[in-house]
Structures are given as C-alpha cells and as structure tokens.
C-alpha cells in the first residue's frame, strides 16, 4: 500500500487505520457510513489517505478500536465534559465499550447476546475483576475481555470475559 514507518495499526470488519511514527492517522477501507472519518463521504478510501481532522482540533490519537460500521478514537485531551478520562476502549461488530481511569466500563450500542452486561451502559462489579485495575479491554464480534492487574503486578494478570458465549 505504500505507507511507511507505521508504528500502529487497526483493523476493522471493512476498514482501517494506521499511525506513522509522526503521529499522522491513515485510513482506507470502506468508508459508507463515514466510519473512516473524512469531512466528505466517499464509499471507499484506496489508496490509504491522511486523514488530519484530529489534528486540527488538536487531538492526539492514542489508539483505535474498529467496529463494523463505526470506529471510537482514544484521544488526547478527553473532550467529552464530564466523562472522567478513558484509559481504553473496544469495539465489537454492533457495540462500544470503555474504561476510565477509576475502572468504570461503558457499554453502548446493540446488546445482543448479552454483551453490554445487564442492559445498562455501565456493567456492575464483574466477579474476578474487584480489586483489580483494568489495563486494557478488547472486543470481539460478540463478546468482550478485561485484562485486570492485581496491585499493578503483571505476573498475577487475570482475564475475565464479561459476555455469555454465542453458541451455549
């Protein structure tokens, strides 16, 4: 594709990312619901293109988490007022998830399969994952993982799924 010195990458069901090593994003793929991010719509985004919206509101892309049709940035500053700052995010085909810096997860989109938790935005205590600080969640099609650290300790990592398996 022609892109070079990238330090990051992400996939999506249908489109892209990837950030070089000047923090310049890069998107290519399907892009019909606007999910790759450019002022003007196109359906789909080949070769890959700088995109440099963040940049003009001056955000800095920390990561990226791709769905099917949507995509969440993790960006620095936070710009949401009142949300306590988000330390990562995922996404799964049809849903979005977060944690913020005090633990907290936000689950938002189609639930299905019971993958947000309870039928609330915010998921209640999940048993193994008390005492523990989430250092990174990740999204499959249908389900979710919490990577919890006891006392910031790496050799007692934990992984809890938080979502019923699709087939039971």
């Not at 293109?49 to 099917?68: C, R």
């Not at 209640?124 to 006891?150: M, Q, T, W, Y």
């Amino acid at each position: 594709m022609g892109l070079k010195h990238i330090v990051k990458l992400y996939a999506g069901a249908y489109h892209d990312f990837a950030i070089d090593d000047n923090g310049n994003v890069w998107a290519f793929g399907l892009n019909n619901m606007g999910q790759c991010g450019f002022d003007e719509l196109k359906l789909t985004i080949t070769p890959p293109e700088m995109n440099s919206f963040l940049k003009k509101v001056g955000q800095k892309v920390e990561e990226f988490a791709a769905g099917q049709h949507h995509t969440l940035a993790l960006t620095t500053p936070t710009v949401i007022p009142n949300l306590n700052p988000i330390k990562s995010i995922g996404t799964g085909d049809h849903f979005s998830m977060a944690v913020d810096i005090f633990n907290n997860i936000y689950a938002w989109r189609f639930g299905e399969f019971s993958v947000l938790g309870n039928n609330k935005d915010q998921i209640p205590d999940l048993n193994g994952l008390k005492e523990k600080d989430i250092v990174r969640i990740s999204c499959g099609s249908s389900h979710a993982l919490f990577l919890g650290v006891k006392n910031k300790d790496f050799e007692e990592n934990i992984i809890q799924l938080c979502a019923k398996p699709l087939l039971q």
